[in-house]
């Protein structure tokens, strides 16, 4: 009897040994991958945005997008699945507009030839798929949206960022190229939704709002925060590099509106990421980033208390953001990996050595 009884608490221990090591190293894992994710946050995030793209993929639900770059230097974007619909691969007009930028910056810079053939095959694109909606010019999307059924759409945040490569095309390329674009797209964020352009006008004189998912089949745009502050950021550059006043007028509507509008995206411990209620996880610190960047160019007091405020959240919801948790989870697993398989060759050995 007592020789069968220590046998079963010999097996006891040999079982819950691991798996105490297992919940000490985890505890460990814990703590140790908060700083770890605060110091290599974006190689976290870029590694946890790997990972959630193959098995979001593999599962059919919503996706991250994924750029992949041809020969020519025209990015498609794979879009995978949105809301369990199959997107797949698209031309993107900003993801044309970016690409195309970056092979200015690098042309500038190393006075490669292949870099400048590809920024003008992304340039080249952008003029063939313009749409002229009297002297607007927009680039149509026609794959879906959650926000619009209908398509197609235009994008102010495309139209801004398109203006801001074709203007540095034609400072690496020569003045007055692109001339007649930019001036299009001038005119599309000056003109409302419903006229086929981007702009929505905010009540009886109260600024214009920049839509980022423009569509005269909605009665309202969605009011996306991040969108309309990166127009704002685009038109101010554009203003001071080329001295023209309808850019600067179109920044002073916008930053009216923004400023009356600005208190509805509060959510009392986070931002919110439109007005229709949606939470802005990882576009929380983007807000306060343009919030930032607003109020040096404008003094406006509003921007800079909100940037306070919005900072203030963050010992509330430190890991609400999903990618950062993403990130977080991610160090933990690889940090609990490592100590675990530490203490288990440790304790191994050491179990080993008695035995001889």
Known sequence: MTSSSSRGSHRIRHHVRPLLIGLAALGVAVVVAAPLTSLRLSQSMEAASYLYQRVSVALRLT????????ASGVPVVDFGFKQGEFIGEQVNPLAVAAAGRQHLLEYERTGDAAALDKAENCLTWLEEAAVWN??????????????????????????????????????????????????????????????????????????????????????????????HMEVLLRLHE????????????????GVLALKGLLPQYDAGRWSYYDLEGNWAYD?????IDELRQLYVLTSEPTFAEYAVRWESYFPWNPWWARKRLAAYLLNVAIVWVVIAGGLLVWWLVRRNRGRT
């Not at 001071?240 to 309808?246: A, L, Y």
């Open 63 to 70: 996706s991250p997008s994924e750029m992949k770059m041809d």
């Open 283 to 287: 576009y929380h610190y983007t807000h």
């Open 134 to 227: 009297g002297a607007a010019a927009v680039w149509e999307y026609w794959y879906p949206t959650s926000y619009i059924a209908e398509l197609p759409y235009y994008s102010a945040l495309a139209q801004a960022n398109i203006m801001r490569t074709l203007v540095l095309g034609e400072q690496v390329m020569g003045l007055g190229r692109y001339r007649a674009l930019i001036d299009g797209i001038i005119v599309s964020l000056n003109t409302a939704i419903v006229d086929g352009g981007c702009m929505e006008p905010v009540g009886d004189d109260e600024g214009k709002w920049f839509a980022e998912l423009a569509s005269p089949y909605r009665s309202q745009p969605p009011y996306i925060l991040n969108g």
């Open 238 to 253: 554009y203003w001071e590099s080329s001295g023209d006043g309808r850019a600067r007028d179109l920044f002073d509507a």
